[in-house]
């Protein structure tokens, strides 16, 4: 029998499980009792516009090498915005998984950016607080997450460092990414589940020449009959992308209320008869959270001026 990768020309089919600048490593599926194939692959225009978890179809242009020819729909798409440019993340997931920890300190607003992004793509979302270890600094983690698991996010508290099986029933079957700002232990976990990985961060350490083991791409990994990205530390998540009315149905709080405002326009700003405001003063919506939903939509709308140059 052939194998595809003498057939030059034969459209393969893939995943993109590595995405850096313009190259994508690709693993060819559905070749049942053959070796995994991966290869080196560039798009084949100048726009490089795909993500790790891409279905694709290549075509193997030597041994180890092919270039993307088309992408198959996609499912959903994990990306960031703001006014000038898009950062494409993670595409065809099943649940996003937000990584803090106990330290260094973590920021909530970027956790309701995650989630926001999350749920305007109908992705479920899980919080994983890590470095339970260090005891001294829970009490404040914990009281942060709160309002997350107060809404229903799941939070998995564990160390890394002792191990990650009590969060291999939440990743299983799934197709998990990892995200959350740098140091809150993505990497260290994604060691803990995947022994394969350890080897793959090393190696590029060491190819990089840097001691440090900071993740600069996403990589996908086969997980339990799903799979799992481990992506670089997140600083900025703008979400210019989501419309006004996307950002408010993302905070599912807010769900039962929006709509009931007396103004049809109403900004949940200082308008007589807001059901928001009456919500959060009835102690139903929680302060800090409509606090992240305004500043979010306030950038939204400054993107929005500042890509159409006012
Ligand atoms: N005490 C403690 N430290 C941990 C634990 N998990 C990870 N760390 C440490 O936290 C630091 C950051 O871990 P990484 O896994 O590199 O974090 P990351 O989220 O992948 O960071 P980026 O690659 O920069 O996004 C490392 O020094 C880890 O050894 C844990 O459970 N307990
Ligand atoms: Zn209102």
């Not at 559905?30 to 978890?53: D, N, V």
């Amino acid at each position: 029998m052939n194998k595809p990768r003498q057939n030059r020309n034969t459209t393969l089919e893939g995943v993109i499980v590595a995405a850096f600048g313009r190259q994508y490593e690709v693993v060819v599926a559905g070749l049942a009792g053959q070796e995994e194939i991966r290869l080196k692959c560039y798009p084949r225009g100048k726009k490089s516009t795909f993500a790790c978890g891409d279905e694709v179809e290549i075509e193997a242009t030597g041994s180890d090498q092919g270039v993307i020819t088309a992408l198959k729909p996609r499912r959903n798409l994990l990306w960031r915005s703001d006014a000038f440019r898009e950062k494409l993340i993670a595409a065809n997931l099943s649940q996003v998984v937000v990584v803090t920890a106990t330290e260094p300190g973590f920021s909530d607003l970027l956790i309701s950016r995650c989630i926001a992004a999350a749920e305007s793509q109908h992705l479920r979302t899980l919080i994983v607080l890590n470095k339970a270890d260090l005891a001294e600094s829970l009490p404040a983690a914990h009281r942060m997450l709160a309002p997350f698991e107060r809404l229903g996010y799941e939070v998995v508290e564990l160390s890394a460092r002792a191990g990650a099986d009590d969060l291999r029933p939440y990743l299983a079957g799934q197709r998990s990414i990892f995200v959350g700002q740098s140091g809150m232990g993505k990497s260290t976990l994604t060691n803990a589940l995947i022994p394969e990985a350890r080897a793959a961060t090393r190696e590029i350490s060491e190819a990089l020449n840097s001691g440090k083991h900071t993740t600069t791409f996403a990589r996908l990994y086969p997980l339990d009959g799903g799979w799992l990205i481990d992506s670089p530390g997140l600083q900025a998540f703008g979400l210019a992308h989501l419309t006004p009315d996307e950002l408010a149905a993302s905070f599912i709080e807010f769900q039962g209320h929006l709509g009931n405002c007396r103004f049809r326009d109403c900004q949940h700003e200082s308008e007589p008869g807001c059901a928001l405001r009456a919500a959060i003063e009835a102690g139903a919506i929680d302060m800090r959270r409509f606090e992240h939903y305004r500043m979010i939509r306030n950038e939204i709308k400054d993107a929005k001026r500042q890509s159409q140059g006012w």
